[in-house]
């Protein structure tokens, strides 16, 4: 994708979210994006600067669809999920957003593609792109919640000293406090990212 393809790419995503979300979702996409850039700005690599802005504006491209149209969505693309999952919009917006992302957008990049189906829950062995719109989706600028300064302030200091994954850890474990303290079901794959990552920074210590 060139610089050109990448401007209108962009703008003709911000004009749909724009029509389509309400104005405290479309802001939270363009801090996705702005969190986003500013973490793979890090890395000197353009084409990733460039990437993880449109995976971030598309990532709630479908929180303005019902839960029966995610599902409709979802099913067109294909895409095999688990109960739990399928049966809530908090879960299955990341998934119905990739299909529009491919269907609506012609976006044919598969770590773009990932990335959005991913950011909520995460996966084991996740691509530095889907880690970032992981970590942006939770610490973007209009988050507003008890301990968030704290945790950006922790996160981005991992992040200054070159380790996305620190960075990644500290996210997935405050998301687990976050849901235990509401009384949320967590899925288990939270846990997993938590235990996988924190065996592989034991490694490097």
């Known amino acids: 994708m060139n610089d050109k393809q990448y401007l209108i790419l962009r703008k003709n995503i911000i004009k749909y979210l724009k029509d389509r979300l309400g104005e405290r979702l479309f802001l939270h996409s363009l801090g996705v994006e702005a969190a986003a850039v500013q973490i793979a700005a890090a890395s000197a690599n353009y084409r990733l600067i460039k990437r993880c802005s449109i995976a971030a504006l598309m990532h709630d491209a479908a929180k303005c669809l019902s839960l029966s149209e995610m ?108 849901l235990e303290a509401m009384g949320v079901s967590i899925e288990k794959i939270l846990f997993d990212i938590n235990d996988a990552l924190s065996k592989t920074l034991e490694k490097r210590a």
């Open 71 to 178: 599902k409709s969505s979802v099913k067109k693309a294909g895409y095999k999920l688990s109960g739990g999952v399928a049966e809530k919009e908090g879960l299955l917006h990341g998934h119905a957003s990739a299909h529009i992302a491919a269907e609506i957008f012609n976006i044919s990049d598969r770590g773009v593609i990932t990335a959005v189906r991913n950011h909520t829950l995460g996966r084991l062995k996740m691509s530095v792109l889907e880690k970032i719109i992981f970590i942006s989706d939770y610490i973007e600028p209009g988050r507003n919640f008890a301990g968030i300064e704290e945790l950006r302030s922790n996160v981005y200091r991992a992040l200054f000293n070159s380790c996305l994954d620190r960075a990644l850890l500290l996210v997935v474990r405050d998301k687990i406090r976050t």
